[in-house]
């Protein structure tokens, strides 16, 4: 009895792993910027404005905005978002073509709330309204969607 009881244990254990593994999966993680003309470049061929989300570590909010709403979008979409870190010392190249940490360049673009995210386009010019703090959850979806028809309006036109 004891072994069926074993041997039934581990049948059940095996077809559930495949799920488990999924509900105990890393949390989505977004790319660091390393060399925003190039990051931008690329999004760009692809028809699409370049989304940098400006993090701070231990975020809640940023948590959010990334893993249920930025990096599906990355994911499934194939939607260009990279990541910059506030404190961070990690280099980055800005659009200018220099060498800046993620901590500088966030400053000198005055980003002072985390999580904000940037829509970048044609030139490395901002192109629509930049996306400031958590929202209310019920509605980032929906302010995160408008902000991508704008953006890409304005590319294609």
């Known amino acids: ?8 244990t581990l049948l059940a254990a095996a077809a559930l792993a495949p799920a488990m593994q999924w509900a105990y999966a890393a ?17 760009l061929g692809s028809g699409q404005p370049l989304l940098v989300m400006v993090s701070l570590e231990g975020c809640p909010f940023c948590r959010v905005a990334r893993e249920n709403y930025l990096s599906p979008l990355r994911e499934r ?19 200018q073509g220099t060498m800046q940490t993620h901590d500088e360049w966030i400053r000198s673009m005055g980003v002072k709330v985390a999580p904000t995210v940037l829509f ?26 408008e902000r991508l028809r704008q953006a890409k309006t304005l590319l294609a036109g």
């Not at 009895?1 to 039934?8: A, E, H, I, V």
């Not at 790319?31 to 470049?41: F, G, H, I, W, Y």
């Open 1 to 8: 009895m004891n072994t069926q009881l074993s041997r039934r």
């Open 27 to 43: 949390p989505a993680v977004l790319p660091a910027a390393v060399s925003l003309p190039d990051e931008l470049k690329s999004a």
């Open 77 to 95: 979409q194939g939607l260009p978002v990279v990541q910059v870190d506030m404190r961070s010392k990690q280099m980055v190249r800005n659009l």
């Open 120 to 145: 970048f386009g044609r030139g490395g010019a901002e192109i629509v309204e930049r996306m400031t703090g958590g929202y209310i959850p019920d509605f980032y979806g929906a302010y995160l969607d």
